[in-house]
């Protein structure tokens, strides 16, 4: 079973559109969300993080959008570059030991 | 800085053979994970080592094996593979308990 479900599969936005990425769970013990950026070939870096005590966090282009009662929360990609072109991951952790991760979302932008 | 390096990059073995893969951090970093990444499953915790010598089992431990002897070096042993876990597998560390994990670029392990 699946501790943290990630959707869409796969997503294509046009540059200069808004990337969004979706992840549930329902674990309420979890208490700490990064998101991952992956290119082919590559190990997964750590690209935004919250704690369940936010509800949104921006970093540049990039937002975590946290919704505790409905267990969810989203990345979102503002003006999409086809340099964005990744895999992107959510993860949830308990006391930053164990980690779970989504099966992944390919996202590819169009030029 | 070297940072995080796994190896073999690429590794073809056969069922039954042990096979060790390795990890070496040049941080001093305190905590180091290993992860499997499968398509459809993203990636999933095998062990983790708080510190040398301290070893922790994650959400799939079954088959492999971990050692710590120093801080530096973590390495990952599938002791009689199976072709279930062909896998890419990754190396992670972070300085400490709530700090970002640094990945390295994966070891692709194939078992025929």
């Known amino acids: 079973q699946q501790q943290v479900k990630q959707s869409p599969q796969s997503l294509i936005v046009q540059k200069g559109g808004i990337s969004i990425i979706n992840c549930a769970y329902e674990n309420t013990a979890f208490d700490y969300f990064p998101w991952y950026q992956q290119f082919p070939g590559k190990g997964p870096a750590l690209l935004i993080a919250i704690r369940p005590d936010v509800s949104e966090k921006k970093e540049g282009r990039f937002t975590i959008s946290f919704n505790k009662s409905a267990k969810q929360f989203s990345l979102h990609i503002m003006d999409s570059q086809p340099g964005d072109s990744a895999t992107y991951f959510c993860a949830a952790s308990i006391n930053f030991n164990k980690f779970y991760f989504g099966s992944g979302t390919k996202l590819n932008v169009k030029p | 800085d070297a940072g995080i390096t796994q190896s073999p990059r690429y590794k073809i073995t056969e069922t039954g053979r042990q096979v060790t893969l390795m990890c070496h951090q040049t941080w001093s970093h305190s905590y180091m994970f290993w992860y499997r990444q499968d398509l459809g499953h993203g990636l999933r915790l095998i062990y983790y080592?708080?510190?040398?010598?301290?070893?922790d089992k994650g959400e799939v431990p079954d088959g492999y094996v971990v050692s710590r002897s120093k801080t530096e070096n973590f390495p990952l042993t599938l002791e009689s593979a199976t072709r279930s876990q062909t896998s890419v597998y990754f190396c992670?560390?972070?300085?400490?308990?709530?700090?970002?994990?640094?990945f390295g670029d994966g070891t692709r392990l194939s078992i025929l």
């Open positions: 080592s708080a510190a040398a010598d301290i070893t």
């Open positions: 992670a560390s972070s300085r400490d308990r709530g700090q970002p994990q640094h």
